[in-house]
């Protein structure tokens, strides 16, 4: 039998993903810690095909042993900016006598590396590896959902900290921003099985797990099949926090609110409106505004994603709406450079009005200007990127984020629950020991900090 291999890139801390509190912020004494302790994507393979192995967030060494026994077949899933680190593995899994490799995530969607790679998967992996390695699919509706763990915790109480499990009810975006891959990546929305739900969540409740963080491209866009999950979330009392456009959470807020909400995962992308319409999104700047002041109210978790950089920005329309921003309580902002991702209606269209793209794809990682933006130049991107950081990152803030989840439980009442979610419970204690070293990488991450180690040339060539 074959020995089938897949894995996403080496990184200096293995074991977990980054930080992603962190993402990009100054240093801060407060420090909020959320990572991943399992990959998506890898475990949604692991669960639906048959006889492969997985192997999540590995440090150099971990690649380089997990290679030392013969593998017919090398799968990496990777963003675009992993691409200087993917190539090295590549190397070095040639030289070791992998007969194949294989990409997929967003970095294989870039025709630049193609030639790197004997096969493409693109999407959700699991019907186009089955039918690679001679595997009848499942069809939708048998769509096994696996465990996938988070990890939330705090250095103000570095003894408590909270596993959570990810959830997807849906895959895919029916929405077509010009910046955005996933609707050409994915193709055609489709929902995650109600039965293969329901099982994943009597799973973790059995397990003591108390927050579900759910990671829908965006959450609702399936009515009905939105209101039989709330529902199961309700069924075992969990609290969640969602993933979803700031209409669809404005529609829906008191329902969702009725059934656990904790907080969101909200795209806001601009306060500038020629932005939002230049990017076709579909969406107001009255409506963000609103949302994130009634969330305000309540007493919810926010992390929001912004982008700087528009054609119809400036540095002077950027630091306005910077400003406005600060006032609207999110807990967690990264603020992203617009980058013309591979294949989207944006990169057709600054290639055609401004020319050529940078060539290096460690810079496609939402912290650099990678084209000739009319109005900014690469520079004074950067520097108004780590500005609006710092204006929106503050121990205030992050202290206000500690008080909504231990003081009020991200609801309008005085409550004990926040804090009861985050400690160990006797129930939860074998979830935890089984993944002790996974939280020690989550920990370490939040104690060195995040940081774009894709950038760094040197970087690169240690891990070979």
Request: proline share 5%.
């Amino acid at each position: 039998m074959s020995r089938i291999l897949f894995t996403s890139p080496v990184q200096p801390i293995g074991g977990s993903t980054p930080n992603v509190y962190n993402w990009d912020k100054p240093p801060s004494l407060v420090k909020l810690t959320m990572s991943f302790l399992n990959h998506p994507g890898l475990s949604f393979l692991k669960a639906n095909i048959p006889n492969i192995e997985i192997l999540e967030y590995p440090a150099w060494s971990d690649f380089k042993n997990a290679l030392k026994k013969p593998v017919d077949i090398l799968g990496i899933s990777f963003y675009i900016n992993e691409t200087n680190i993917v190539i090295r593995m590549i190397d070095y899994a040639r030289k070791a006598g992998v007969k194949e490799i294989w990409a997929g995530n967003y970095g294989a969607f870039s025709p630049k590396i193609s030639t790197y790679f004997d096969r493409i998967i693109t999407g959700w992996g699991e019907k186009a590896v089955g039918e690679a390695l001679g595997i009848t699919p499942k069809d939708e509706a048998r769509i096994v959902h696996p465990h996938i763990y988070g990890f939330l915790g705090t250095n103000i109480i570095p003894r408590v900290g909270g596993i959570h499990g990810l959830l997807f009810t849906s895959r895919g975006c029916p929405y077509r921003c010009n910046y955005c891959q996933t609707p050409s990546f994915y193709g055609r929305a489709e929902i995650v099985p109600i039965e293969s739900i329901d099982r994943i969540l009597w799973s973790y409740a059995k397990q003591g797990i108390t927050l579900i963080n759910i990671l829908d491209e965006n959450f609702g866009i399936f009515k009905q099949h939105t209101d039989e999950v709330i529902t199961l979330l309700k069924k075992y009392k969990f609290r969640w926090i969602s993933l979803c456009r700031v209409d669809l959470l404005l529609k829906n807020f008191e329902k969702w609110k009725n059934h656990g909400l904790l907080g969101v995962h909200l795209g806001i992308e601009s306060l500038n409106p020629e932005a939002l319409k230049g990017a076709s999104k579909q969406l107001m700047h009255s409506q963000s505004v609103e949302a994130l002041k009634i969330l305000s109210r309540n007493n919810m978790v926010v992390q929001g994603f912004y982008i700087i950089g528009f054609e119809e920005d400036t540095i002077d329309s950027i630091k306005v709406n910077i400003d406005e921003l600060s006032t609207l309580d999110l807990d967690v902002i990264q603020v992203q450079v617009l980058t013309p991702y591979p294949q989207t209606a944006l990169e057709y269209q600054i290639k055609e009005k401004y020319g050529p793209l940078n060539n290096n794809l460690s810079k496609y990682n939402s912290r650099n200007l990678v084209w000739n933006h009319p109005n900014i130049s690469m520079e004074d991107m950067r520097d108004i990127q780590g500005w609006a950081n710092k204006r929106l990152f503050t121990i205030r803030q992050t202290v206000r984020t500690v008080q909504k989840v231990l003081v009020y439980d991200c609801t309008k009442q005085v409550s004990v629950n926040g804090l009861k979610r985050l400690v160990t419970s006797y129930k939860s204690a074998r979830l935890y020991s089984k993944n002790s070293e996974r939280i020690k990488s989550a920990k370490l991450w939040t104690k060195r900090r995040w940081y774009p180690y894709e950038e760094d040339e040197n970087y690169s060539e240690k891990i070979y």
